[in-house]
């Protein structure tokens, strides 16, 4: 079972991260590319007038896509370093306070991805009943201008997790590759005489 575990770590860090990192950072691109035309789209008056097409749907179905992988990644990756982690002793435990320190890292990282996945659900229950209200009281412009802020404030939401997700992958892959020794092996199996 850990041999399993060790292959997929090996593969998460090796494979998985940097290409995730590309996707990521691609997916960057294109959004940044296409920001005006998603921006028009979002203040054109036709699509303010029939609020039921979503401009931003597209980009939260991916965004929530990458969410769920992440975390399933880190869970992955913290499950492996953590049936790596000695019980800490006396002395020598520096390599065991490194592991619990990545660990932590992993963990913050997966309440983000579990705390944005959360709220970027909530837009489409929002956006939803703005439509509603807007279906009822047809003249009150209000709801028209409500409907496009938020579809314009999720955009920008929803790019601004893409860039702390890719951010994130880079961090985490930069403290494991740093600390690889240290979390394969936390406690260094050199003996000292003292006399």
Request: hydrophobic share 40%; net charge negative.
């Amino acid at each position: 079972m850990t041999d399993l575990l060790d292959e997929n770590a090996q593969d998460l860090l090796e494979n998985v991260f940097p290409q995730s990192c590309l996707d990521l950072s691609q997916s960057l691109s294109d959004i940044l590319i296409s920001e005006q035309a998603t921006l028009n789209e979002i203040h054109n008056e036709s699509n303010a007038s029939n609020p039921t097409k979503d401009p931003t749907s597209e980009l939260r179905a991916r965004t929530l896509r990458y969410l769920q992988n992440m975390t399933a990644q880190c869970s992955t990756l913290k499950l492996w370093i953590s049936l790596k982690t000695p019980k800490m002793e006396g002395g020598n435990n520096f390599g065991v306070a490194i592991q619990l320190g990545v660990v932590a890292e992993i963990g913050k990282v997966i309440t983000f991805c579990n705390n944005v996945s959360s709220q970027v659900s909530s837009h489409a229950v929002t956006r939803a009943s703005l439509a509603r209200k807007l279906e009822k009281y047809p003249f009150v412009d209000d709801y028209r201008v409500a409907i496009q802020e938020n579809d314009e404030l999720e955009f920008f939401y929803l790019k601004e997790i893409v860039c702390t997700m890719r951010n994130y992958y880079l961090l985490l892959a930069d403290v494991i590759a740093k600390n690889y020794g240290k979390l394969l092996k936390p406690k260094s199996t050199a003996t000292f005489d003292l006399y």
